[in-house]
Nanobody, 124 residues
Framework: QAQPGESGGGLVRPVGPLRPSCKAS????????MGWFRRGPGKEREFVAA????????NYADSVKDRFTISRDNAKNTVYLQMNSLKPEDTAVYYC?????????????????WGQGTQVTVSS
């Protein structure tokens, strides 16, 4: 069964940093564009960041631009989300997702594989 597996969430003070990771399982990561999404308390799931199959192209939500960085290491079958300057409003369950295309996608409906999520809580 193709499913990404997230890890590295947790409780962190404002400013952070934190770096969740996502391990691919059951599919070939280097043929797959990847993304991170999040669902905050009482909110809809929203796009956070996306990266093309080879890491050459990335895209970010305005709310995290210049604070978060998505990257990938295909040799390790892993995608990362470096989170800096964390704010309480970044508190959410963060989901890793894969899409059977090479180029980035920004909408959840375009993704084929979903992880179970990892909780990130930003609080002092």
């Amino acid at each position: 069964q193709a499913q990404p597996g997230e890890s590295g969430g947790g409780l962190v003070r404002p400013v952070g940093p934190l770096r969740p990771s996502c391990k691919a399982s059951g599919f070939t990561l280097d043929l797959t564009a990847m993304g991170w999404f999040r669902r905050g308390p009482g909110k809809e799931r929203e796009f956070v960041a996306a990266i093309s199959y080879n890491g050459a192209v990335t895209n970010y939500a305005d709310s995290v631009k210049d604070r978060f960085t998505i990257s990938r290491d295909n040799a390790k079958n892993t995608v990362y989300l470096q989170m800096n300057s964390l704010k309480p409003e970044d508190t959410a369950v963060y989901y890793c997702a894969g899409t059977r295309t090479w180029n980035i996608r920004n909408y959840s409906r375009e993704y084929d594989y979903w992880g179970q999520g990892t909780q990130v809580t930003v609080s002092s």
